[in-house]
């Protein structure tokens, strides 16, 4: 039921998008999109396309099938799977012990480095390898990938299994590593499946006259009746709460909501939530107009996808993200879910929402830029929180705009990043934190605890994932600085300017952990790049994330 109410709360920007929830989970990527995965049951049920029946109580083996791979083929994949309606209704998801037995294909030299991880509660991320490094196997192979073991619950229940996509936001989700130089990422295009433990929402229990279910007898399911998302009428009357303001985070200076910006300069205009809705809340909205920067002669350049410039990233946001920019009216809106369908996640978390890149204008000139509220009926992609109390109401935020003079500016006086004291893209409050998966239990002066690594543009993204990180310290399998002779060695600054794979550079270089310390604790390069200490050990922290 949330995820339709949901659905109803970003039915105004996504109707105007023209797309819909499901196309825009892929859009949102940069990647190409080729490549079929599906959910299914395979073994203890019965399924007639994507609807399957198992008996209330009995186990059945939930699989990620590839019909398709992508047309270059690929050295390595990832799935994740949410289930956790499933969890809801008493049944549950049993692990094996070792990751490698739930990945099935064995072509191609897979699953060679297998992992599995758990980004959120109830979802569960699987990758693997065609082969090892110095030996991937281009693969052309389809067929099942991941097997998972699955209870279904005692009684009576419907149950929808999620099989999430790779996107900027959720870099552990369901995609291909292709072979083809410079190896991008391809994003799977995916297909759910809903599993009727027994036969919910039917009219009747009785068993089918045929006998049980084969290849002469395929038994009748009754589809379970979907709700219709319904907008907010006028009837409803949303409630103040929950403050939101504008403000400049970058190439300005601020004295309250005045903000002075160098003429013709670039400056990052962002909406602030200082307080969220006492409710907490599963999504939200933000509009902003800067009409008046565009009369002055200044400009808004959008990011090329909307989910980089929703800059929160807790509680599963930014999950489904949304943008319409009305470049008639100078009007921007913004929009994120705490999570996908299935599960979204109630947050209280308030700090920066959305972050948009402005250019001041040539000439002085002062703009007032407008951070406007929802308005039912009227306005219905302005600011406001989906609340998580019941009925999910919308929730209309108190909101405050900020004017912008693009001229001279006086002396700095923002406030400075959280502090970084070893400089590897987790903070010091993070590293002292209590959960590694986060970036805790760290040392915020060791830099080489994080194995964050750049990518081909010098960019880290200050998260740990299979198809970025493991994949490029593989890329350099036995690259050695010449026992510390070559012009790039142990000794280089780790964030200068690496040079292409399969050259060595101490950025994909680790010694390993003290004896008795954690596996993360690695020290400094060694001046080669090895199987058990470095590959290995990237991939010990998959998952990590200092976002």
Not at 10 to 15: G, I, N
Not at 152 to 161: I, L, R, W
Not at 182 to 194: D, G, H, L, S, Y
Request: glycine share 10%; charged share 10%.
């Amino acid at each position: 039921m949330r995820a339709v109410v949901l659905a109803g709360f970003a039915v105004a920007v996504v109707t105007v998008l023209g797309v819909t929830i499901s196309q825009h989970l892929t859009t949102t990527s940069a990647e190409t999109s080729t490549g079929q995965m599906r959910l299914t049951v395979t073994a203890g049920g019965t399924c007639v396309g994507q609807t399957c029946t198992v008996e209330p109580g009995q186990p059945f083996t939930l699989t990620v099938v590839a019909d398709s791979a992508n047309a270059d083929m690929h050295i390595g994949f990832q799935t994740q799977v949410n289930y956790n309606s499933l969890a809801a209704n008493g049944g549950s998801y049993n692990p094996t012990a070792q990751a490698n037995a739930e990945i099935v294909i064995a072509t191609c030299g897979y699953p060679g480095i297998p992992i599995r991880n758990s980004p959120s509660p109830n979802t569960v991320g699987h990758g693997a390898t065609a082969g090892f490094p110095g030996g991937f196997t281009p693969c052309s192979s389809a067929g099942n990938l991941i097997s998972l073991s699955m209870t279904c619950s005692a009684s009576p229940s419907s149950n929808e299994f999620f099989l999430n996509p790779y996107s900027a936001a959720n870099t552990t989700g369901s995609m291909w590593k292709s072979p083809v130089d410079p190896f991008p990422n391809i994003v799977a295009k995916t297909t759910n499946v809903t599993v009727n433990c027994g036969s919910p929402g039917s009219p009747t229990d009785t068993p089918t006259p045929c006998g049980a279910p084969g290849p002469a007898c395929t038994p009748t399911i009754t589809p379970t009746p979907t709700t219709t998302p319904i907008p907010p009428t006028a009837t409803q009357v949303p409630t103040a709460n929950g403050q939101m303001r504008l403000t400049v985070t970058a190439g300005g200076i601020c004295n309250g909501q005045k903000c002075e910006v160098v003429t013709g300069a670039d400056f990052t205009l962002t909406v602030v939530a200082d307080s969220a809705n006492v409710d907490m809340h599963l999504a939200f909205q933000t509009q902003v107009n800067y009409d008046e920067l565009v009369q002055s002669g200044g400009s808004y350049t959008p990011s090329a996808q909307a989910n980089t410039e929703v800059v929160i990233a807790t509680c599963g946001y930014p999950g489904i993200a949304v943008r319409f920019n009305n470049t008639t009216m100078n009007v921007v809106s913004s929009g994120a879910t705490a999570g996908f369908p299935g599960n979204f996640t109630p947050c209280s978390s308030a700090g920066n929402l959305v972050s948009l890149s402005m250019t001041c204008s040539p000439t002085p000139s002062t703009n007032d830029l407008l951070l406007v509220p929802y308005e039912d009926g009227t306005n219905t992609i302005g600011a406001v929180w989906k609340s998580a109390a019941s009925g999910n109401p919308n929730i209309t935020p108190a909101v405050t705009s900020v004017t912008v003079n693009c001229g001279p500016i006086g002396p700095a006086t923002s406030t400075p990043p959280p502090a970084d004291n070893d400089g590897d893209g987790c903070t010091d409050a993070q590293e002292r934190g209590p959960n590694q998966e986060v970036g805790g239990r760290r040392s915020d002066a060791n830099f080489w605890d994080f194995f964050d690594t750049p990518d081909g543009r010098g960019t880290r993204n200050k998260t740990i994932d299979l198809l970025g990180d493991t994949f490029r310290v593989a890329g350099r399998f036995g690259a050695n600085d010449a026992i510390g002779s070559a012009p790039i060695n142990r000794n280089t600054d780790p964030l200068s300017v690496s040079p292409g794979v399969p050259a060595y550079h101490p950025a994909f270089d680790r010694s390993p952990p003290a004896v008795g310390t954690d596996p993360w604790d690695m020290g400094p390069p060694d001046g080669i790049v090895d199987l058990l200490v470095d590959i290995f050990g990237v991939a010990d922290q998959f998952g990590h994330d200092c976002t």
